[in-house]
């Protein structure tokens, strides 16, 4: 149609801008609303991003029950998740983070908040993506070493030389982060509820 004055040009575009959100967020919209994929908020990322606090503050703004996998695995264990990585080994910790994983399928609708390497094995991202909407909290590498050693309890920056720890595990878990994602918030700069807003506002776009 060919604009016949200003203001039905200007319509047009207002109509164009619409047009091209609705097909932005279709994708979206199907895999969290549509399919029989869960509907879940699931949080992974890097550790020190603030999947844990961040989860809290989902679960106190939409009254879902939040669910933490370290937090379920050190229950199973009884004992905390450096004490399972001395005790047990990795492989073991992996393996209880599949079986959690495997557990929450029976839940209701809630937040789930995840470790830092739950993404290192396929069947766990097949596990995510059953449960719900995943959500990619990530930091810089500057914010996430700040974080991480004002506690320095994970286990697998216990080396001679976390820092470079923490930039080689970052480069390695990258692309799983991206790859498993819907969509992604960068929490360097934000707060905790700044965050939490970020994603209630971004899935409230796309439930339109």
Known sequence: MIATSADDFASGIRRLSITSRIFAS?????LFFVTDRGKSIVLIGFMGVGKSSIGCCLAERTGLPRFDTDEMIAKDFGMPIAG????????AFRDAETEALRSLRRKSKSVVVTGGGIV???ENIELLK???????????????FRRLMRKRTRPLIQTANPRLTVKRL???RAALYHAAADM???????????????I?????VWRR
């Open 26 to 30: 279709w994708k979206l919209a199907l």
């Open 84 to 91: 399972i990585f001395a005790k047990h080994g990795e492989g």
């Open 120 to 122: 290192l094995r396929p």
């Open 130 to 144: 059953e449960l719900g909407l995943i959500v990619h909290l990530d930091a810089d590498e500057e914010t996430v």
């Open 170 to 172: 970052l480069a390695e």
């Open 184 to 198: 992604a918030v960068f929490t360097s700069d934000l707060s905790e509820q700044e965050v939490a807003t970020k």
């Open 200 to 204: 209630l506002q971004k899935m409230e």
